[in-house]
């Protein structure tokens, strides 16, 4: 097509900034599970965003933090690698938090890389505006942003704005990804960040982030799709909390993951869930490997 536009945008900042909550909101669909806790994205996320003359590719990364484990370090890289290889990045901010050591090493990245970025300052719905004003003077002090956007991804309010300012960043391109993609993501790894989205909501502290989910099968039959999965974790007692009295806690995640997977998919499902000990599997290349978290070459 003529006058067709495209460009990778990369969702970068902190845990818990709302990174995914805005790339739900942009491409309009649930493909990256977000929750209260810091740390819920583990890997890149693309959502593909089409619009009648333009395709937008966004880039969600994991919150950038001091990592403490081999599986943090990972993060930490598929955040900040990810700078390497887009046109443009948004940087969301929590406005109730404001700048800080995450902000100032992305910052340092884009600089580096001579990547430009909008800024999307978020959680406004959460604060004044008299509290929002210094807010954005001391980001602008930090970085020349092409846009400063406050905005809240919860309720949608400045979404639009952001979407046209991101706009600008695109550039005649091709169609990267085929136009009914919304991400590149499979079924099987969504299904695995479903349950994954129930474990940090529903356990309490280090437990759900010393876990990892496995698809083990996925087969869609007719009118149901079964599906059986293993939830890792990395001690015997986290097991028989991750089980809970009777069993109720796992049955408590396991409804949850379902209802929210047939809502997705559109479909009846099935789901059966296990739970296991790998010790320390976040400090295990090997085991980190298994679970799909490895740098591609
Ligand atoms: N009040 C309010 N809460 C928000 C807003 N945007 C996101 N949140 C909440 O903030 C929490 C974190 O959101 P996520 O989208 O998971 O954050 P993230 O940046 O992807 O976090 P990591 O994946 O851990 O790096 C969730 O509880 C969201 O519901 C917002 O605009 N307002
Ligand atoms: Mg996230």
Redesign the pocket.
């Known amino acids: 097509m003529e006058n067709f536009k495209s460009g990778f945008i990369a969702i970068v900042?902190?845990?818990?900034?709302?990174?995914?909550?805005?790339l739900n909101r942009l491409v309009g669909a649930k493909i990256?599970?977000?929750?209260?806790?810091?740390?819920?994205?583990r890997n890149q996320i693309l959502g593909i965003l089409n619009g009648e003359d333009y395709q937008m590719v966004f880039v969600?990364t994991?919150?950038v933090h001091r990592s403490k484990t081999r599986l943090g370090e990972y993060m930490n890289r598929a955040a900040i690698g990810a700078i390497d290889s887009v046109d443009a990045a948004l940087l969301?901010a929590d406005a109730t938090k404001g700048f800080g050591p995450a902000e100032e090493r992305i910052i340092a990245e884009l600089q580096a890389k001579k990547i430009p970025a909008v800024l999307g300052l978020?959680?406004?719905?959460?604060l004044t505006r008299e509290a929002l004003l210094p807010q954005i003077a001391a980001f602008s002090e930090k970085f020349e942003f092409s846009a400063i956007v406050p905005?809240?991804?919860?309720?949608g309010d400045g979404a639009k704005i952001l979407l046209e300012e991101l706009k600008k960043f695109l550039i005649p391109g091709p169609m990267y990804y085929p136009e009914d993609m919304i991400t590149d993501k499979t079924e099987r790894e969504i299904m695995a960040e479903f349950i994954r989205e129930k474990l940090l909501s529903y356990l309490d502290q280090e437990i759900p982030h010393g876990t990892a989910v496995e698809i083990m099968e996925m087969k869609d039959e007719k009118k149901i799709c079964r599906i059986s999965a293993d939830i890792v974790c990395e001690k015997a007692s986290h097991k028989s909390i991750i089980i809970g009295r009777g069993g109720a806690m796992l049955k408590r995640v396991g409804t949850a993951a379902r209802e929210e997977a047939e809502a997705f998919f559109g479909k009846k499902i099935y789901l059966q869930l296990f739970v296991k000990v790998k010790d320390d599997w976040r400090n295990s290349n090997f085991m980190l490997r298994n679970l799909g978290f490895s740098d591609k070459e």
Request: no cysteine; proline share 9%; aromatic share 0%.
């Open positions: 900042g902190r845990p818990n900034a709302g990174k995914s909550t805005i990256a599970i977000t929750t209260a806790k810091p740390q819920t994205t969600d994991p919150g969301m978020n959680k406004i719905d959460r905005l809240s991804a919860k309720t």
